[in-house]
C-alpha cells in the first residue's frame, strides 16, 4: 500500500484487540519515528502501553475500547508546533495504515497527566494505535466547493487532486474547516472560523493536499 492508497483507506479506529505491535511491524514504526523527528525537530515516541490514559472516565465517555498503543505528538513549545504536530504525525498515521493497523487522532478524551512529557516539551495530542476490533468507516465530508473558495471549474488537475486528498484528512470533530486558494502555482492553505485544534487540522490537510497534488506541482505561501 502507497501513501495515496493509504489515505483513502485510512478511518479512524477507536477499539482494538489485545494483538501487541511486535516484530517487523514494531521495527518499522520505530524507523519511521526516528526519520520523522529528525526531519521534523519533533520528539514524537511510541508508547506500547499507552492505554492506560484511556482507562479512565474520559478515555470512556470518548468511546474508545481496549486501546493499548499511543504515538505521542510532542516537542519544544513553538508557534507551529501544531501545524507541524499534524503534518507529520499524519505521515506516521498513513505509514502505520499500511503496515495493517488502526488510529485515532485524540485530541482530548484522554487523561493527558498518564502521557510522559519530558522537560521543555509540549503535549500536542495522541494518536491510538493497534490492531483494529471494528473497522472505521469513510467519514461524511463537505461538498469540495467548500474548501475553494471561488470554485473548482477554472481550476487544473493536480490542485484539484490535492483537495480530493484533503478531503480524506481526519479532522477534529470532523469540522474541515480548512480551504485552499490557487495564485499561479502557490497555493494558500488556511483555516477558517473558530474551532479546535485548527492548526493540527491545517497540519494533517496539508500533508494530504500535497500527496494528492503532486509537491513539485506547487509551493505554500505560508512555508
Ligand atoms: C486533531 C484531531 C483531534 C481529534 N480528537 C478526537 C477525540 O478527542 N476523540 C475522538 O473520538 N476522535 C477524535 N478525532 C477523530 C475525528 O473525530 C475524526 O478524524 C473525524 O471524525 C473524521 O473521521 P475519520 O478519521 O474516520 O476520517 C480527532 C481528530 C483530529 C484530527
Not at 30 to 35: L, T
Not at 104 to 112: E, R
Not at 189 to 209: E, N, P, Q, Y
Request: net charge neutral; proline share 4%.
Amino acid at each position: 500500500m502507497n501513501m495515496i492508497e493509504a489515505m483513502a483507506a485510512r478511518h479512524s479506529v477507536r477499539s482494538y484487540t489485545d494483538a501487541p505491535i511486535e516484530g517487523e511491524v514494531l521495527e518499522a514504526l520505530a524507523a519511521s519515528i526516528a526519520e520523522i523527528n529528525k526531519a521534523s525537530g519533533l520528539a514524537v515516541e511510541l508508547a506500547p502501553d499507552g492505554g492506560k490514559a484511556f482507562d479512565n472516565l474520559l478515555g470512556h465517555y470518548g468511546k474508545f475500547r481496549g486501546v493499548r498503543g499511543l504515538f505521542v505528538l510532542k516537542g519544544r513549545r513553538s508557534k507551529d508546533l501544531g501545524l507541524r504536530a499534524g503534518y507529520w504525525g499524519e505521515r506516521l498515521v498513513l505509514e502505520a495504515t499500511a503496515l495493517g493497523l488502526g488510529t485515532c487522532w485524540v485530541g482530548g478524551t484522554y487523561s493527558k497527566r498518564s502521557v510522559a512529557v519530558g522537560p521543555g516539551e509540549e503535549l500536542v495530542c495522541v494518536v491510538t494505535v493497534g490492531y483494529a476490533a471494528a473497522p472505521g468507516r469513510p467519514h461524511r465530508t463537505k461538498p469540495i466547493e467548500a474548501f475553494v473558495p471561488g470554485g473548482i471549474a477554472d481550476k487544473p488537475a493536480w490542485f484539484v487532486s490535492g483537495v480530493e486528498a484533503a478531503m480524506l484528512a481526519p479532522t477534529a470533530l470532523n469540522q474541515q474547516k480548512f480551504s485552499f486558494a490557487l495564485d499561479g502555482n502557490v497555493v494558500d492553505a488556511r483555516v477558517s472560523g473558530l474551532g479546535v485544534l485548527t492548526d493540527v487540522d491545517l497540519g494533517i490537510a496539508r500533508l494530504h493536499f500535497e500527496l494528492g497534488a503532486g509537491a513539485e506541482a506547487f509551493v505554500w505561501k505560508h512555508a
